[in-house]
DNA sequence: CCCTGATTCGC
DNA sequence: GCGAATCAGG
């Protein structure tokens, strides 16, 4: 798999959103965390808020030499953050698997449906015709979707809101 | 052991 | 440019 545009920007977004590199790796699919932390790399937004270790040297891979002057200029954090904080606040979520509290219906899962790979994130009063799990895909081994991850896991405080319309418990 | 990101370097 | 292998750590 490449690196298109597509692929690239969500890369972006996913990390600047916190998301581990593995975790995003698996969501891209076809890839595996190394090509991600690779590309972070390439891309400049590195170290997210990390004091720099003492440069490690590094043995040899295979037996070459390799004479290196000491010297990197190994970010110290800030560039990539400000980048990765300023921009997208949050506008227009994408097309995002799950709007709000409303999940497609070819997407939804009952109790029966529900798999490693689905969201099982609760939609309703259980027990009620209604109800159903997002189905959506699960990110990495948590049991829900990017959308729902992000619900469950709230870093920060101040989403309530979202919580509720989601139609949690 | 599971995971995390960071770095190097053959390709 | 890409990413596996490796390192260093939680």
Redesign the pocket.
């Known amino acids: ?3 298109n545009d597509e692929r ?1 920007e969500l890369l972006k977004r996913l ?1 600047g959103e916190g ?6 790796a698996t969501e891209l699919g076809g ?13 400049g937004l ?3 808020v ?1 004091a ?13 030499p ?1 004479p ?1 002057p000491a010297s ?1 200029p ?2 110290s954090g800030n560039t990539a953050l400000a980048q990765a904080l300023e921009p997208v606040v949050e506008q227009a979520p994408r097309p995002a698997p799950v709007a709000g509290n409303v999940v497609p219906m070819g997407q939804r899962c009952t109790i029966m449906n529900l798999t490693e790979a689905t969201c099982r994130w609760p939609v309703g009063e259980p027990g009620t015709e209604s109800f159903y799990f997002c189905g959506g895909r699960t990110v ?2 948590l049991p829900y979707c990017t959308h729902h991850a992000r619900m469950a896991y709230q870093p920060s405080q101040d989403r309530r809101r979202d919580r509720r319309l989601a139609g949690i418990r």
């Open positions: 798999m490449s690196w690239v990390w998301l581990s590199a593995s975790q995003i890839i595996t965390r190394n090509a991600v932390i690779g590309k972070v790399h390439r891309l590195s170290g997210r990390k720099a270790g003492p440069a490690r040297p590094r043995k040899a891979q295979t037996e070459a390799a290196r990197r190994a970010f990495s081994g």
